[in-house]
C-alpha cells in the first residue's frame, strides 16, 4: 500500500534550456512540492519528466540541476517518489535511484489501495496506429542502441536529442484526433478493468480528465505543457485539478 495522499503527474516534458517560461513552469511544479511536503504522501511520476534523459556515467545536463535537487528535497522530507519512465527518460540506468530514492518502473506501475487495483500506464505505443513507433521504440530501448548513444560525447548526445525533440514536438497529439485517440485509450482501460484493474491512469497523449464507467475508472494525467495537471488520491477517492487548486 502506498501512503496517502498519493500524487500523480505526467509528462512535464522539462527541457534542457531554461527561458521565462522553462522557468515559471518549474515554479509551479515546486510549489507542488510544497504542498506535498505539508500533507505527507507519495509523489507518482507518470514519464516524460524530462524532455530528455539519459544516463551518462559522469554527466548530468546542467539544466536540470534544480529539478534534481528539489526532488531529492521532496524525498529527504520522507515522500516516497515512485517514477513510471517514459519514451523521452526512459534511459535512467539507476541514477534516478541513487539521487532522489526513486523507484523506477521501465513498465507499468500496479498496485492496491483498500479494495482498488491501480495501473499507472506511461501508455506510448498502446494505439492501433502505433506500430511504427513500437518498431522503433525496441531498436532505441535496445543494448546496441543505448550502447552506440552511451559512447557518443554527451553534447552531441544532448544536441541531437533537442533536435529530434523539436522535429516531433507536437506535444499536443494531434488535437484534431483527440476524441479518437481518447475513444481508443478507453477501449484500452477496459481491456485492463477486465484483468481486475479498477483505475488506470494514462499519460504521454496529454488529456486531461477522469472517465468513470460500470464502477471502474480511466484517468488521463495531463500534461505540464498547457494544463499543468495534479491528480490525487486521497481518503475522499480521487481528485483532479491544475497546480494551484491543490
Not at 482501460?189 to 491512469?201: D, E, I, Y
Not at 468513470?212 to 480511466?218: C, H, I, L, R, W
Request: net charge negative; glycine share 10%; charged share 25%.
Amino acid at each position: 500500500m502506498f501512503k496517502l495522499p498519493v500524487y500523480f503527474i505526467s509528462d512535464n516534458h522539462f527541457k534542457m534550456d531554461i527561458d521565462n517560461s522553462e522557468k515559471k513552469r518549474r515554479d509551479k511544479l515546486f510549489h507542488v512540492f510544497d504542498k506535498i511536503k505539508t500533507t505527507g504522501g507519495t509523489l507518482v511520476i507518470g514519464g516524460d519528466f524530462f524532455d530528455f534523459w539519459f544516463n551518462y556515467k559522469y554527466v548530468v545536463p546542467s539544466g536540470y540541476v534544480d529539478l534534481l535537487e528539489q526532488l531529492d528535497i521532496l524525498h529527504q522530507s520522507g515522500i516516497a517518489i515512485h517514477f513510471v519512465l517514459g519514451n523521452h527518460d526512459f534511459w535512467d540506468f539507476g541514477y534516478f535511484k541513487e539521487k532522489f530514492g526513486a523507484v523506477v518502473y521501465p513498465g507499468n506501475l500496479e498496485f492496491k489501495e483498500n479494495d482498488s487495483h491501480i495501473q499507472v500506464c506511461h501508455g506510448d505505443g498502446i494505439l492501433k496506429n502505433d506500430r511504427g513507433y513500437r518498431f522503433m521504440k525496441i531498436i532505441i530501448r535496445s543494448p546496441l542502441c543505448i550502447f552506440l548513444f552511451k559512447n557518443f560525447h554527451p553534447d552531441w548526445g544532448c544536441g541531437l536529442a533537442k533536435k529530434v525533440s523539436k522535429a516531433s514536438g507536437d506535444y499536443h497529439h494531434h488535437d484534431l484526433k483527440a476524441d479518437a485517440i481518447r475513444i481508443e485509450l478507453i477501449e484500452y482501460a477496459r481491456s485492463q478493468w477486465k484483468l481486475g484493474f479498477n483505475t488506470v491512469l494514462l499519460g504521454h497523449y496529454h488529456q486531461t480528465g477522469i472517465v468513470e464507467e460500470n464502477g471502474n475508472s480511466v484517468i488521463f494525467m495531463g500534461d505540464w505543457l498547457r494544463h499543468f495537471t495534479v491528480t490525487r488520491l486521497d481518503d475522499n477517492g480521487w481528485w483532479q485539478g491544475n497546480w494551484d487548486e491543490i
